[in-house]
């Protein structure tokens, strides 16, 4: 069967990177990138795109019925640092575009959604090393709320309606084409630009502070891997644990330093490190390993030394 996909929020970190992957894979025409605002030069030329409020569920139907859509990435999201901000802008953007998703396919307009989950699900009493599938769940912040709600109504409407849906905890995405914007492992993205840029960095996190993360090239693989697997072999309808790497502000210096020796660091935590401070510092992803054959390849060495050598290229 011919898939044609719809990805909502193709403008943010990853959706900007996914949208390019996937035309790879599924063809340009067979993707089409929306957002609530214009996407960049390479999605805009490259393959349709269309401005969609991503809770506005009438506008999604009618993008569906204009390209005959079959699936939905669903990656519009407020992360937990705006969240925090804005706590009801950011429950009503985060629970009610999945909603509208979960409905447009019990209603059979699209047959499969990938929505992405967080590690911000977990809460200071879950513990911290090598963090279970199934624990303690308290999230601490609006956006651990939203996305633990949001994992449940998955769960819900697979159960009672029989929707496919997929679903990753993603940990911190590490990308060098496109910035994240408003959560709290946005400071390992940040530090690389300014170690080439300014060659010092004024991180907001203290030196350490572990968290899981991942290179954006190993989520991209996951996320595709997760959408093609067999449906039968899909046995968490929540979300999967998904690691790779966990390192602290003061392990990525030391290997930024080895590209860069005069790199400059200084620490002044803020508001973001209550967050950080409440998240696992390793996760277990045994189910998304055996249930789907999942394998990260990027460990902090190789992820650095790929940032690196393409900012040169790119920014210098
Ligand atoms: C954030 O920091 O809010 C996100 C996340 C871990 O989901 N990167």
Not at 151 to 173: M, T
Not at 255 to 266: L, T, Y
């Amino acid at each position: 069967m011919k898939e044609t996909l719809l990805i909502l929020g193709a403008s943010g970190q990853i959706g900007i990177e996914l949208t390019q992957k996937l035309r790879k894979i599924y063809g340009n025409n067979n993707v089409i990138a929306s957002d609530i605002r214009k996407g960049n030069e390479e999605m805009m030329s490259s393959g349709p795109f269309e401005i969609i409020d991503a809770t506005d569920k009438e506008t999604i139907l009618s993008v569906i019925q204009k390209y005959k859509a079959t699936q939905i990435y669903l990656l519009a999201a407020m992360l937990s640092a705006t969240a925090e901000q804005h706590p009801q802008k950011a429950w009503h953007l985060n629970i009610n575009s999945l909603l509208a998703v979960l409905d447009l396919a019990k209603e059979k307009h699209i047959n499969k959604v990938y929505w992405p989950s967080s590690i911000a699900v977990f809460g200071p009493t879950t513990p911290k090393l090598n963090t279970p599938q199934f624990t303690v769940m308290e999230p601490s912040t609006i956006y651990g709320i939203s996305k633990l709600a949001g994992e449940f109504w998955c769960n819900y409407y697979h159960e009672k309606y029989g929707v496919d849906i997929r679903s990753l905890r993603y940990p911190g995405i590490i990308s060098w084409k496109s910035k994240p914007g408003g959560g709290t492992t946005d400071y390992a993205v940040d530090i690389y630009f300014k170690a080439l840029e300014k060659g010092s960095y004024n991180c907001f996190l203290s030196e350490n502070t572990r968290l899981p993360m991942m290179y954006i090239d190993d989520a991209l693989n996951a996320t595709v891997q997760l959408m093609q697997a067999k449906k039968e072999d899909i046995k968490i309808r929540t979300s999967y644990n998904l690691a790779a790497i966990s390192f602290s502000p003061k392990e990525i210096v030391s290997e930024i330093k080895k590209h860069i020796p005069d790199f400059k660091i200084s620490y002044n935590p803020d508001f973001r490190q209550a967050i950080a401070d409440s998240w696992p510092q390793s996760i277990n992803d045994d189910y998304a390993r055996k249930d789907w054959n999942w394998k990260h390849q990027f460990n902090l060495s190789s992820m650095t030394t790929d940032i690196i050598k393409n900012l040169k290229k790119n920014l210098l």
